[in-house]
């Protein structure tokens, strides 16, 4: 769970806040349990990147607005 957590570029805490659906507006990770061991595909992870980056209002909006001055 720690490399899935560096993946996503998020806490473990955090991701297990997703997992237990803490998290509203974020579709469920999938991932299999295995005793205490969960784990993840990195397909998987990257198609659950692309759905919750669908699901938020900004998507597709640059990251830097059109006036923004480097």
Do not use: Y
């Not at 990770?29 to 005793?35: Q, T, V």
């Not at 595909?41 to 900004?58: I, N």
């Amino acid at each position: 769970m720690p490399e899935a957590a560096k993946f996503l570029r998020m806490s473990r805490s955090h991701l297990l806040n997703i997992l237990k659906g803490k998290v509203p507006g974020l579709p469920p990770i999938p991932h299999i349990r295995l005793g205490r061991r969960l784990l993840f595909r990195r397909a998987a992870l990257e198609q659950w990147l692309q759905a919750a980056e669908v699901g938020t209002p900004s998507a597709g909006a640059p990251l830097i607005g059109k006036d923004a001055r480097c």
